[in-house]
C-alpha cells in the first residue's frame, strides 16, 4: 500500500516568509553578521522547512 502525501499550494503569506529568511540566509552567508555567520546553514534549512510545512499542513 504506497503512502499518499496530499501536496497543497502554500499561502502567500509562506512564501514571503520562507524568501526573507532564504535572503537572511544569504546575506549570513555573503557578509559577516555576528551571530548569524555561523549558522547560515541551519537558516537556510529553516527557509525550506517553512515553505515544505505550508506545503503539507493548511496553515
Same mark, same amino acid.
Given at each position: 500500500m504506497p503512502i499518499r502525501v496530499d501536496a #497543497?499550494?502554500?499561502?502567500v503569506h #509562506?512564501? #514571503?516568509?520562507?524568501l526573507i529568511v532564504i535572503v537572511i540566509a544569504i546575506v549570513g552567508h555573503l557578509a559577516r553578521v555576528p551571530y548569524l555567520t555561523p549558522y547560515h546553514f541551519w537558516v537556510a534549512v529553516l527557509a525550506y522547512a517553512v515553505l515544505m510545512a505550508g506545503t503539507l499542513y493548511k496553515i
Open positions: #497543497i499550494q502554500p499561502s #509562506i512564501l #514571503i516568509l520562507s
